[in-house]
């Protein structure tokens, strides 16, 4: 038996017969040490299914397994994490697979100020020009490792400087290091006037530098070789203002010249605006914002392609549903070629004894997005057959181009008795799969979709909790027509049983069915499952990863203390 199949064993074997532990170890009283940790093992034991297309599998078991451990204390903070992914779950990029300590790092702070050294996240401002994150669904771990300072010992002012190499799976580029400061200025912290009357203001700047070796990148069609920049800059100011239920944050980035595979390796400047305005009180609430972003994609390394070494996060302006159905069209923000984003929000509870609002009162949400491209009429000279080389295609800043995404939802909450609730959901739809490629087809067009959902909770008593869902989305395009079941039974406080379906009735006439327990005791979550999983892909905050069809057994274990 090799090396790797042994510690493969042992790490699941391990975060299958973990303690139960509730909470974290102390060692010295309050002042003392605080361990935390936590174990996640994710297991798939894949069948092949030649009527959902699985293709033949090299392993008879795929797992993701992540262990965490992390010492809290009053001056210092240390933590280690653990990674195995020799045999990833289908979908992963091929470089995703691997093992060992990722991540590492310790913290110390006094009296304002905070030093970290090792691996490390950080986002300054909404994520425009630096956000690192950990995303384990889609396979994205995009820390820094290097050096931190945070320094909040002054009133009203929050700095932070960084620097250091980001990863890429299991490789940290030393060609490749990424610089950044950060400072916010709270206003209403240093002005007696504006606090008294109940005013919030703050005012942000961030920087942000990276270092990048040069390459041999060649010019189809030409003897010509392109002259990279070895360093890209990039700046962002913004400004939150709130007094009383209304909001308002605007923010505007830019980014100097950074020829990459996603702008096809022209030398156009990136700039990103957007204006956000929101109001909220008791039973009522609404936000209304817009964004316009251009040749925003960056990343540490130029060549790099799919969800890695991303610097930045371009949020996306689009409901992020959690529904099965209306997620089968999600929406992927297009950072590189750009967008013009819109997107507005509406809740309002009807109070309990009003003719809408009934017995216990109805809440009502609405939601509205509307996503265009850039308008590209007026592009630089082409060299060959690309434009690589070149300052790419320019765009008027009000002038937008073809249509790429709207929707539109409204849901209805309504509790029909003290032990029934009751929501509806319809959505409209239409993705603009020639530029978005979210459809298997090669030219399926623009997939409009009607979306319906009936979700039901019922509690039968104290311990049991009966759900079940039903929806059904049509549309002429891609697959025609899907329907959706699901039932769920809850026996508090450590079982729940799943079953559900969903089934292509306008094409393939495919099910994919899918059944499990979950059972929870103290701090251990142990979910068993079997079925089928449709391609498709999986998004999360704008950022998508393709996910292959498959079948078979799957276990999900989470541990945590």
Request: aromatic share 14%; net charge positive.
């Amino acid at each position: 038996m090799k090396p790797t199949k042994s510690l493969s064993s042992l790490l699941l074997a391990a975060a299958l017969a973990a303690p139960a532990v509730s909470e974290a170890i102390t060692i010295g009283g309050d002042n003392g040490v605080a361990l935390h940790g936590s174990v996640q093992a994710d297991v798939l034991f894949p069948k092949e299914d030649e009527a959902i297309n699985t293709g033949k599998y090299d392993k008879d078991i795929l797992f993701n397994t992540y262990a965490d451990l992390n010492m809290i204390s009053r001056y210092v903070d240390a933590g280690v994490r653990l990674e195995f992914m020799k045999w990833p779950l289908p979908g992963y990029e091929p470089d995703f697979a691997g093992w060992g300590v990722p991540n590492i790092y310790v913290k110390g702070r006094y009296k304002g100020f905070e030093l970290t050294a090792g691996d490390f996240y950080e986002q300054f401002g909404s994520g425009f020009i630096l956000r690192t994150y950990q995303e384990r669904s889609l396979g994205i771990d995009n820390s820094i490792r290097g050096g931190r300072l945070k320094v909040n010992a002054l009133r009203g002012f929050n700095f932070t400087v960084l620097g250091g190499l980001q990863r890429r799976y299991w490789d940290w580029k030393k060609h490749s290091q990424v610089y950044g400061a950060d400072m916010e200025v709270n206003i209403s912290e240093l002005s007696r006037r504006l606090a008294d009357k109940g005013i919030g203001w703050t005012f942000g700047a961030s920087y942000v530098l990276k270092h990048e070796d040069d390459q041999d990148i060649d010019i189809t069609g030409t003897d010509y070789r392109l002259n990279l920049p070895k360093t890209v800059g990039a700046f962002d100011l913004r400004t939150n203002f709130r007094k009383g239920n209304f909001g308002v944050l605007g923010e505007f980035a830019w980014k100097g010249q950074d020829p990459s595979f996603d702008n096809n390796y022209t030398y156009g400047k990136g700039t990103a605006a957007m204006l956000s305005g929101s109001y909220s009180r008791s039973g009522i609430s609404a936000l209304i914002q817009a964004k316009r972003s251009e040749n925003m994609s960056f990343r540490s390394q130029r060549m790099m392609s799919g969800t890695s070494v991303f610097l930045n996060n371009m949020p996306a302006f689009a409901y992020q549903h959690t529904y099965s159905l209306p997620a089968l069209y999600p929406y992927a923000t297009q950072a590189a070629p750009g967008e013009w984003a819109f997107q507005g929000s509406f809740a309002y509870t009807f109070k309990r004894k009003t003719p809408l609002g009934g017995r216990y009162g109805t809440k009502i949400k609405v939601n509205a997005s509307y996503i265009r491209g850039l308008d590209r009429d007026r592009p630089t000279p082409i060299l060959g057959n690309s434009i690589a080389g070149t300052d790419g295609y320019k765009s008027a800043f009000f002038k937008m181009g073809e249509e790429y995404y709207h929707d539109f939802n409204i849901q209805i909450e309504k509790k029909l008795s003290r032990s029934y609730s009751l929501s509806f959901m319809y959505m409209n739809q239409m993705v603009n799969d020639d530029i978005l490629k979210i459809s298997e087809a090669e030219h399926a067009g623009k997939i409009k979709t009607n979306i319906f959902v009936l979700d039901g909770k019922w509690s039968i008593d104290n311990r049991f909790t009966l759900r079940t869902e039903l929806q059904y989305l049509t549309t002429r395009q891609d697959q025609k027509d899907w329907a959706y079941g699901l039932v769920e039974l809850s026996v508090a406080p450590y079982l729940m049983f799943t079953l559900s379906d969903m089934w292509n009735c306008g094409d393939t006439g495919t099910h994919y069915y899918m059944g499990g327990v979950t059972a929870n005791y103290r701090s251990n979550r142990l979910m068993l499952s079997y079925g089928r999983t449709r391609e498709g892909f999986n998004c999360a905050g704008g950022v998508c990863r393709k996910v292959p069809a498959s079948r078979g057994f799957q276990i999900a274990y989470t541990y945590n203390f």
